[in-house]
């Protein structure tokens, strides 16, 4: 079968890093997505990592080590409207299908 | 230019009906995909579209849920005999086959 785990909640205030783990059993792995969904709106784009490393976009940044099957979305300089719920999902080949974690709801803090 | 974008945004229904919710992706995107999502939990991969290939079917949950795409643009996705267990918010994804999908606001569907 296929899993991913992340953890269901994680809290931080403005200005602050926090990172989000994503740790995954799945087969035929291509790589790994990560998504912002806030409360009521649809889900969208953050990154993507095909190979190990880190990407960084902005504020952003994602790591993936293929090797410990194991992945994570770093948060800096924390806003408001960061407040939201992160999903990683691993693509299967060719992009047939996304399987989602269940989800980490980011509380930001004044 | 125009995202993705759903109708009904919001669907209730009684069981036992059908209902059909409609999708219509980014213009010029080749792959479409629909998925559920219950309430406070992770998207579940229904079904997968891709140019004039063969669907991948493998997400739908029963033979009550069926999809087709129309002309490589339009899809529908239809729920026959509607359970309670159905309810959730239906999304719709596009892509060129890429990494990044974009979605659709979603229809909520709740089966009373």
């Known amino acids: 079968g296929q899993s991913l785990e992340q953890p269901s909640e994680v809290t931080a205030v403005e200005g602050a890093i926090v990172q989000i783990n994503c740790t995954y059993q799945t087969s035929g792995f291509y790589g790994l997505s990560w998504y912002q969904q806030h409360d009521g709106g649809a889900p969208t784009f953050l990154s993507y990592n095909a190979l190990d490393g880190l990407e960084e976009t902005g504020r952003f940044s994602s790591f993936l080590s293929r090797s410990d099957s194991y992945g994570y979305l770093l948060l800096q300089e924390l806003q408001m409207k960061d407040s939201a719920s992160y999903f990683c999902a691993v693509a299967s080949p060719g992009f047939q299908k996304l399987v989602f974690g269940t989800g980490t709801r980011l509380l930001v803090s004044p | 230019g125009a995202g993705v974008s759903q109708s009904p945004s919001n669907k209730v229904t009684e069981k036992g009906k059908d209902v059909e919710l409609r999708c219509d992706p980014i213009?010029?995107?080749?792959?479409l995909y629909w998925y559920r999502q219950s309430l406070g939990q992770g998207l579940e991969f229904l079904i997968y579209?891709?140019?004039?290939?063969?669907?991948?079917k493998s997400g739908l949950p029963s033979d009550r849920f069926s999809a087709e795409r129309t002309g490589g643009s339009v899809s529908t996705l239809t729920i026959q005999r509607t359970q309670q267990e159905d309810s959730a918010v239906y999304l719709c994804?596009?892509?060129?086959?890429?990494?990044?999908?974009?979605f659709g606001p979603g229809t909520r569907l709740t089966v009373t």
């Open positions: 213009s010029g995107h080749t792959a």
């Open positions: 994804a596009s892509s060129f086959g890429e990494a990044e999908q974009y």
């Open positions: 579209f891709q140019g004039n290939s063969a669907p991948d």
